[in-house]
């Protein structure tokens, strides 16, 4: 057989793009070996339009390389992800998160903080005792922390999958559907896993302000209805006009995040403002 595709030719772009990733992925295990060099969170609130303030907040991991400068979570996130180095990451920003968030008394005037969490933590099965032994150690009640996981990736093993978001959600902790209307979820999955909450991804927003928007405005009514229904709770993400707020207030929803209300602030910087900003 003649067998053509086997000589897998390697164009220039195709090399860098190897080298990148590669190099990407060094730089992010030397940084983790350093104790976590160059790595930071940023924090973006959660507003409640009920309550007219900050209700939660959602932990983003920053990069920042001593000489490359700033790499965004959209580029070192999936390179992490193709290997186990996401497991790495994974445990440094738990562990770092909930120690620091030990010597900050303002969360309690959040509902919680959430952090994203890739399948590839939950299928090692040691994820869920770790996050319950540390929010032990560090004083943290697991009812103020939400674990979201992202839809946009396949989740392959959707069984253990189940077992240890069960597991996650009768330790106290809160888990959230991420990136909901973007990838793999089907409806049967949403039943039968215990999210405490769904996120429902930005690219469902983009229509509603058209001038023909009556689609979009019927998948976002027709979406937030279901996820009522299911009792769950819901978080509508990348709010970026006012006249996107009118258009889901309307519809009933309550917990809005996007540049519309805030952009994702420094940890510190977060902190500072909660005070004046939080609802409760
Ligand atoms: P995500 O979980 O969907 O996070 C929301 C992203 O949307 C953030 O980008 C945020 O800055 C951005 N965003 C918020 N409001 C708006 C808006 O109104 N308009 C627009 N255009 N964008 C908005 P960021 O911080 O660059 O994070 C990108 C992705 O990286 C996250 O998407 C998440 O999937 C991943 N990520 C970030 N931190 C972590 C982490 O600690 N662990 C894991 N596994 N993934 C992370
Ligand atoms: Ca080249
Ligand atoms: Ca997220
Ligand atoms: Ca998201």
Known sequence: EDREDSLVEFTDAMLDAQTYHAELS??????????????????????????????????????????????????????????????????????????RLADEPALAQLDYLSLNISPKQLYTRRFVDTALALAARHGIDPGRISFELTEHVKLLDRSTLTAEITRLRQAGFRVALDDFGTGYTSISFLKEIPFSSIKIDRSLIAGLTDRDAREARGIMDGLLYLVKRLQRGVVIEGVETEEEVEILHAMGADFLQGYYFQRPLAWAAFFAELPAQASR
């Open 26 to 99: 060094n730089l992010l295990e030397q940084a983790l070996a350093a104790g976590g060099e160059g790595l930071s969170f940023a924090i973006q609130p959660i507003h409640s339009l009920k309550r007219r303030g900050w209700c939660a907040g959602e932990v983003l991991l920053r990069w920042e390389h001593a000489e490359r400068g700033p790499i965004s979570p959209g580029v070192f996130i999936p390179i992490a992800e193709a290997s186990d180095l996401i497991i790495k990451l994974g445990d440094w920003t738990l562990e770092t998160m909930l120690s």
